[in-house]
């Protein structure tokens, strides 16, 4: 068993459908309307974790994070790492776009959804911690700004 990360916004493995008939002409388009909806409001940011192993401070974190490689994804699109108690840091900037598919986001709320397989997750936005979780409390969705404000850069860590 490997531990792994899913930090790609809110979950791909969400499934809304799963009572809905095969059969259903109304599940067929159901599911096209939900997947257009989260095309045009979520951006999948899982491929620009920075990672290192090991258990290092968290100011040595925010300070040269973003110098690290770039984790790479298994066939799931997850960030895994071995198991038996190993720390692996992740860290990267999210930087508020103006645009999200042609819609601009100034004053939105901005959330960030993170899904993980770990003994012990800690979130830290610009080096605050603000959520934890194990492997029973495995996932978060919480909010980054009430408002949001293009341009704004958002440091993220997760150990």
Known sequence: ??????????????ILTEDMPA?????TTF????????HLSQQDCQGNWHHCR???????VLAQGAGWPVAELNGRQHIA??????????YQQIVVPEHLQGYVLGGLTLRLALT????DAQIFVDG???RCGDLFDYFTRFCLAEQGVPGTAYTLAVR
């Open 31 to 38: 599911v096209q309307a939900l997947q257009r909806l989260r």
């Open 116 to 119: 993980w397989w770990a003994e």
């Open 54 to 60: 090991g258990d290092v401070p968290l100011e040595r």
């Open 81 to 90: 790492w071995g198991r038996g108690q190993q720390v692996l840091w992740l």
């Open 23 to 27: 059969n259903d002409p109304g599940s």
């Open 1 to 14: 068993m490997m531990n792994g990360i899913n930090l790609s916004g809110i979950s791909r493995s969400l």
């Open 128 to 130: 605050v911690r603000v």
